[in-house]
């Protein structure tokens, strides 16, 4: 089984400040979960760079959901919820299990997106963060279009990896 593509549409360029970042970081979440789209577990889990053995598309994801969880819902909504980067395991964002598949790890990336809008809602772009006052919302969010947009550069090449896929 393999997932599907989701609808995506760029942002509107007369947004406010907070509208816009937010539209961008949805944009590019889409863009990062349509990359496994029509893609097995076992392509999606492929790690294809030997010096790097456990970089896979959905390690990525697995990733940018705990980049998500902390910079948002953690340092900027102050949520109490589970961190991964809490381990003494570096890579435990990208070591997989069997249940991981692409359907199961875009779900829980998914889930972190209601998770992070519950975090800022009410919030405007330069309120502080909630645990960390020298951030404030309009760079957690700055800070997490820049860092999905870079892991969408590499989701393209592993998936070109994968199945000679190329796309925007």
Known sequence: MSSSELPRRWPETDSDELTLLTEFLTFLRITAVNKLAGLDRDA???????????????????HLTSVERYWLSIVGGGMDVPNRWESPDPDIDFRLSEQDTPESVVAEYRQQWELSRQALAGKAAGDPSTRDADKNVRWLLTHLVQETARHVGHLDVLREFADGTTGE
């Open 44 to 62: 999606a889990a492929a790690t294809p760079f030997p010096a790097s053995p456990v970089f896979s598309m959905l390690g990525l994801i697995r």
